[in-house]
């Protein structure tokens, strides 16, 4: 079953405006962990933000923001304020408990392609 | 701080060679993994390390493929024989254990494989 799902293939966004990115999860774990990564034409994968599954808050770091809404089990990316050098694929991944049972493997999604127009 | 750096950056060999990637992990970290991104099958994991010793290799596509961890500071991935279909980019990942805290895995700016 596929854990971690990212639906939009590709999303078109001006630049200084805000947009979501989409990801729900499948776990029957209590504990988990969700990450996002981006990865630019350059190729390589920066880590973004994360957010646990206990705690209280939403993640914020910098423009990135991460709307959690557990019951539902979605953990969308929110970006606001969007930069040319936003444009990338990005990458919703999920780790399980290491202490109910998991591991230390992320499972990731698709990714989707974000561009930001000018 | 350096992070995890990945040798080479590219590489092309024609089928039935033997590949060697190498990966140096950020230091400190005792979980080290490999993984690879193709269009097809996005990104999969195909094996990790706990302190040099391997913990999960069920990633691993087939007898061609292993990968050892000498000492902390190295890791490789070998493929022999390499073939077409493992044209992809390899990527090295390194980490602290989680203990369910917020660990990212650090990635290596990945090796491009074009096997012809």
């Known amino acids: 079953a596929q854990k971690i799902t990212q639906t939009q293939p590709g999303m078109f966004v001006q630049e200084k405006e805000a947009v979501t990115l989409d990801c729900t999860y499948d776990t029957s774990d209590p504990s988990y962990g969700l990450f996002w990564y981006k990865q630019p034409s350059s190729g390589e994968m920066i880590f973004l933000i994360y957010?646990?599954?206990?705690?209280?808050q939403n993640a914020t770091e910098g423009r990135y923001s991460l709307n959690f809404q557990k019951a539902r089990k979605s953990a969308n990316l929110v970006i606001s304020a969007s930069q040319l050098g936003d444009s990338a694929m990005y990458f919703c991944?999920?780790?399980?408990?290491?202490?109910?049972?998991?591991?230390?493997?992320?499972?990731f999604g698709k990714g989707m392609k974000l561009t930001v127009n000018p | 701080d350096a992070g995890v750096i990945q040798s080479p950056r590219h590489e092309v060999t024609e089928m039935g060679q033997e590949v060697t990637l190498r990966c140096k992990p950020i230091s400190g970290h005792d979980y080290l993994f490999w993984y690879r991104q193709t269009m097809m099958r996005g990104l999969e994991l195909l094996i990790y390390f706990n302190n040099n010793v391997p913990i999960d290799d069920s990633g691993m596509p087939e007898d061609r493929f292993s990968a050892k961890m000498p000492n902390a500071s190295f890791s490789t991935l070998k493929i022999q024989p390499s073939e077409p279909r493992d044209s992809a980019v390899y990527f090295c990942?390194?980490?602290?254990?989680?203990?369910?805290?917020?660990?990212?895995?650090?990635f290596g700016d990945g090796t491009r494989l074009s096997i012809l």
């Open positions: 991944a999920m780790r399980e408990d290491v202490t109910q049972g998991g591991s230390e493997k992320l499972v």
């Open positions: 990942a390194s980490s602290l254990g989680s203990g369910g805290r917020n660990q990212p895995q650090h």
């Open positions: 957010q646990g599954s206990y705690d209280q």
